[in-house]
């Protein structure tokens, strides 16, 4: 019987743990931050449309370069921030985030390169910073999950990464970075400033984007995704805006045809169906706003959110709520600092589900 541990494989790879949330049919999951509802019938119809169109030449490889699709993403970016000018150069698109930023680090980072992050933060970044033979620097976010201006340019000062990733709104926190802080790293990194939004269209009022930043950043890399907001992460579908010689920079590290035609024809639905998908926000948002001021009735803490889920806690043993959370059905996650969980928001009577479970987890560890 050959084991993981009889293979020749990396040194830097054994002893390591694949990531992944676990995948629980229980009745209510509130644990990957994904949109909980699903494409309208009108939708689902439109997207077997393309895909039928796609499939009848399916011998033919996809466009290479994906541009009617980039695009429509262009456009897409135009309409949520006004004065952003993105056009297709500027736009680069891959199966999900999580290859976009796999593919930065290909490009811009590996072996005698690092990248440097602020923790808590999205897991799957120094994930794939070690994936790619790049080095790890977790630089801490502040107390409340801020970022301190003068002590992140400090830490950019003494590492002088290649790489700096910058989440925002924060994944597990929900917390967001005022424009500045983001615009004076940008001015101060030596090398690419990455800012993860996967979940900027949740964002409050008042919260802007890092694309107003793109015009006077070439090395600012602005990320986003259609799995969350646009409640499509089952097409996998991650995309970026930057300047153009960026993009040349990540056509010399992605795999040929990365797109398949299906993704393409999926996603390019999904984009023009972008109202009805998007409407959903109004709603989720409105949702995260309620159960922020429901825990903090409850006494507990809670981070300020402009994402489609909350991080609240503080718990002394927190396995002991979410193991009585998942007896009543309810699932959700265990992440980020130790004392803390994360829920993500969903329909209003699967967010009355988490309140009931949650009132009778707080009774039972009493
Ligand atoms: N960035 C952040 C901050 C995320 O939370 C996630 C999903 N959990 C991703 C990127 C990756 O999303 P996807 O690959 O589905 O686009």
Request: hydrophobic residues 45%; proline residues 6%.
């Given at each position: 019987m050959t084991s993981l541990g009889d293979l020749p494989l990396r040194e830097d790879l054994r002893g390591r743990e694949p990531y992944g949330a676990p995948q629980l049919d229980v009745p209510v999951r509130l644990n990957t931050n994904e949109n909980p509802y699903p494409p309208s019938e009108r939708l689902v119809e439109a997207l077997a449309k393309a895909v039928a169109a796609a499939a009848a030449s399916l011998n033919r490889y996809p466009d290479r370069d994906a541009l009617a699709l980039r695009a429509?993403?262009?456009?897409?970016?135009?309409?949520?921030?006004?004065?952003?000018?993105?056009?297709?150069?500027?736009?680069?698109?891959?199966?999900?985030?999580?290859?976009?930023?796999?593919?930065?680090?290909?490009?811009?980072?590996?072996?005698?390169?690092?990248?440097?992050?602020?923790?808590?933060?999205?897991?799957?970044?120094?994930?794939?910073?070690?994936?790619?033979?790049?080095?790890?620097?977790?630089?801490?976010?502040?107390?409340?999950?801020?970022?301190?201006?003068?002590?992140?340019?400090?830490?950019?000062?003494?590492?002088?990464?290649?790489?700096?990733?910058?989440?925002?709104?924060?994944?597990?926190?929900?917390?967001?970075?005022?424009?500045?802080?983001?615009?004076?790293?940008?001015?101060?990194?030596?090398?690419?400033?990455?800012?993860?939004?996967?979940?900027?269209?949740?964002?409050?009022?008042?919260?802007?984007?890092?694309?107003?930043?793109?015009?006077?950043?070439?090395?600012?890399?602005?990320?986003?995704?259609?799995?969350?907001?646009?409640?499509?992460?089952?097409?996998?579908?991650?995309?970026?805006?930057?300047?153009?010689?960026?993009?040349?920079?990540?056509?010399?590290?992605?795999l040929p045809y990365h797109l398949s035609s299906i993704t393409q024809a999926a996603a390019r639905t999904a984009l023009a169906h972008a109202d009805e998908l998007l409407g959903s926000v109004a709603q989720l948002r409105t949702e995260r706003d309620l159960i922020v001021g429901w825990l903090r009735g409850q006494g507990l803490r809670v981070a300020d959110s402009d994402a489609n889920f909350v991080l609240f806690g503080t718990f002394p043993d927190r396995r002991r709520v979410w193991q009585a959370m998942l007896d009543q059905g309810v699932l959700i996650r265990e992440v980020g600092p130790p004392q803390w969980l994360r829920v993500t928001v969903g329909t209003p009577a699967e967010m009355a589900a988490f309140r009931s479970a949650l009132t009778t987890a707080l009774k039972e560890i009493q």
């Open positions: 429509e993403l262009a456009d897409f970016l135009n309409h949520d921030t006004p004065g952003a000018e993105l056009t297709a150069e500027r736009v680069w698109a891959a199966n999900g985030s999580n290859e976009i930023i796999q593919q930065i680090l290909q490009a811009f980072g590996g072996p005698g390169r690092c990248a440097l992050g602020f923790e808590p933060s999205y897991s799957m970044h120094p994930i794939i910073t070690h994936v790619t033979g790049t080095r790890w620097i977790n630089a801490h976010r502040d107390e409340d999950f801020g970022l301190d201006v003068d002590r992140a340019l400090a830490a950019i000062d003494e590492h002088r990464p290649d790489v700096v990733f910058l989440t925002s709104p924060n994944n597990p926190t929900g917390t967001s970075l005022p424009l500045e802080v983001i615009e004076a790293i940008a001015a101060a990194a030596p090398g690419m400033v990455v800012v993860d939004e996967a979940y900027a269209e949740f964002r409050r009022e008042d919260t802007l984007s890092a694309l107003e930043l793109l015009a006077e950043h070439p090395r600012l890399i602005v990320t986003r995704t259609m799995s969350k907001a646009f409640a499509m992460a089952g097409v996998r579908l991650g995309y970026l805006a930057a300047h153009p010689a960026v993009i040349e920079a990540l056509l010399l590290v992605r």
